[in-house]
């Protein structure tokens, strides 16, 4: 178990020392995306998956939250945080399960440097209101309701 949090932390150093972890930095795909990313390469190692298919996995998990937008309601964490970081488990899972099966059977496109660079370049796109400030997405809506 400590070596597979190893990989995982492995994982999230990359995307810190390379974009950032942060949702007020580069939005929500930062922190969900980097969290999802931890836990496919961790979930992948554990179940004996090869390096270059942990960083399929890794790749796939965070590919699918590019351009999320981090948009607390009321400045909580509440809605929708936690749903989207339950939702990221599972996507980890599906993620591996991508690495296990496609992986073997063909070259990915997308790389994982790739997608960090993605991820960066996203986040410095979005609007201030998008990056955990509350004044945008969910948090804008809610609030004009």
């Known amino acids: 178990m400590s070596k ?10 990359f995307i810190k020392a390379n974009a950032s972890l942060s949702g007020a930095v580069l ?3 930062a922190e969900i995306g980097s969290a ?3 836990a496919a390469a961790s979930y992948s190692y554990l179940m004996g998956l090869d390096v270059h298919q942990i960083e399929y996995a890794s790749e796939v998990a965070m590919e699918h ?3 999320l937008t981090c948009d607390p309601i009321d400045g909580y964490v509440q809605v929708p945080c936690i749903e989207r970081n339950a939702m990221a488990a599972v996507h980890a899972y599906t993620s591996y399960l991508f690495a296990k099966d496609i992986c073997p059977c063909r070259e990915n496109v ?4 790739n ?5 960066k ?3 410095k796109e979005l609007p201030h209101s998008l990056k955990e ?3 945008g997405g969910l948090a804008k809506v809610i609030h004009s309701c």
């Open 65 to 67: 939250f590019l351009g």
């Open 36 to 38: 999802c990313s931890f």
């Open 4 to 13: 597979a949090y190893l990989v995982g932390a492995l994982v999230a150093n």
């Open 115 to 119: 997608v960090v660079r993605a991820m």
């Open 27 to 29: 939005g929500c795909q």
């Open 121 to 123: 370049l996203t986040g």
């Open 133 to 135: 400030t509350s004044l």
């Open 110 to 113: 997308v790389s994982f440097d």
